[in-house]
Each structure stands twice: as C-alpha cells, then as structure tokens.
Antibody, heavy 118, light 110 residues
Framework: LQLQESGPGLVKPSETLSLTCTVSGGSISSSSYYWGWIRQPPGKGLECIGTLYYSRSTYYNPSLKSRVTISADTSKKQFSLNLSSVSVADTAVYYC???????????WGQGTMVTVSS | QSVLTQPPSVSAAPGQKVTISCSGSSSNIGNHYVSWYQQVPGTAPKLLIYENNKRPSGIPDRFSGSRSGTSATLGITGLQTGDEADYYCGTWDSSLNVVLFGGGTKLTVL
C-alpha cells in the first residue's frame, strides 16, 4: 500500500487549501480502515486534522472543525482535504495516512509542504 | 501545549538504553491503545509500536513499548547513531474525538 499527496505548494491567505491523497495497492472503501490527514508546521510536532471512515463518516479536530472538509472519490481511490480561510499559521507539511481501528497510523504518505503567503 | 506530555529531549551513549515517557489522562492513554512513531528530520513518521507494545514487521526488538495507567513508555536498547530522530506517542482521545500526538522527543545518541 502506498499513499501520495498532491496539490499546490503555495496558497494565499484567506483562500482554500486543497490537497488530494491517492491510494495505490489498496481500497479506500474498506470498512477495516480510516483515512486521515495530519500536518506538521516547520520545527513543530504532529497535529491530526481529521479522518474519513468508509468513504462517508468524518471526524475533525475540534480546533479546525469549522474550516475543514475531508471527502473521498472511491472510483479514483483518492481522498481529499479542503481547509478554508487559511493563514500563515496553516503553513506546514501535510501528510495523508491510513488509520487502523486501534487508532494507529500505520502507512504514511511522504508529505507535501504547503506555504501560506501572499 | 500538547494534551500528551513528552520530554523535549533525551540523550544517551551508543549501546546504552533510553526511555521516553508519554503522559496523558483517562480520556486518552488511560482507555485507548498507544502507538509510537519515529521521525527522521525531513521524512514522514514511521510506525514503531502499536497497541501499546506490539512491533510491526521489520522493527527490531530493541524497541519496546508499555502502558501503565495514564502513561506510556517507549524503550530503546542498544542505541545506535541511526536511532537519532524525533519520537512521538499517539492515541485516541474520547473527549475530543481525535487522534492526539505528544509534543515529540528528540533523541540524541552521543
């Protein structure tokens, strides 16, 4: 199983950050797994943004909930992240990952750096 | 400040043993499995320990995990220079309904 993030590396303040994670070697429709987005600001720790279950149920970090949408396109084996009204504080490396039912992220994408700047 | 508390840094000499603690509460570590991740700077985190004390295939038995009450511990024996990395604990929080990570611990092998 491999995961690969893609999307713009530069986003302007107040705009929407949009990223896609493409899954190869497995299905995102399985009821056995969740799929998640995690970010890491430069020099800082990891922060879970949210997770998607069975292509329809979502769980978002309360600190980001008002700005986050995670969705899936099962036909393309992709799930996506939209983060609205971004600011400089949203500058980070964004990872997608598979989450097991025991809340373990066992497979990670390589990450993609997103910079918020005008 | 993270809900899960880890020491910012630990250090030890090659061949020695080190432990990294992760302290939480009943809404997270106290009632849910703990995982540990290793992150070499510039790379994605890598799963080291899951379900408190299990190692994925390919992870050497120099790495071990344990949980007691609302705290968890990662142990590394026979330290190697290649073990220098940042280490994160992670678990579910049933009050926040989100996976939490500790603030991370930087391991230096002197």
């Amino acid at each position: 199983l491999q995961l690969q993030e893609s999307g713009p590396g530069l986003v302007k303040p107040s705009e929407t950050l949009s990223l896609t994670c493409t899954v190869s070697g497995g299905s995102i429709s399985s009821s056995s797994y969740y799929w998640g987005w995690i970010r890491q600001p430069p020099g800082k720790g990891l922060e879970c943004i949210g997770t998607l279950y069975y292509s329809r149920s979502t769980y978002y970090n309360p600190s980001l909930k008002s700005r986050v949408t995670i969705s899936a396109d099962t036909s393309k084996k992709q799930f996506s992240l939209n983060l609205s009204s971004v600011s400089v504080a949203d500058t980070a490396v964004y990872y997608c990952a598979r989450l097991l039912a025991t809340y373990t992220y066992d497979v990670w994408g390589q990450g993609t750096m997103v910079t918020v700047s005008s | 400040q993270s809900v899960l508390t880890q020491p910012p840094s630990v250090s030890a000499a090659p061949g020695q043993k080190v432990t990294i603690s992760c302290s939480g509460s009943s809404s997270n570590i106290g009632n849910h499995y703990v995982s540990w991740y290793q992150q070499v700077p510039g790379t994605a985190p890598k799963l080291l320990i899951y379900e408190n004390n299990k190692r994925p295939s390919g992870i050497p038995d120099r790495f071990s995990g344990s949980r007691s009450g609302t705290s968890a511990t990662l142990g590394i024996t026979g330290l190697q220079t290649g073990d220098e990395a940042d280490y994160y604990c992670g678990t579910w929080d049933s009050s926040l309904n989100v996976v939490l990570f500790g603030g991370g611990t930087k391991l230096t092998v002197l």
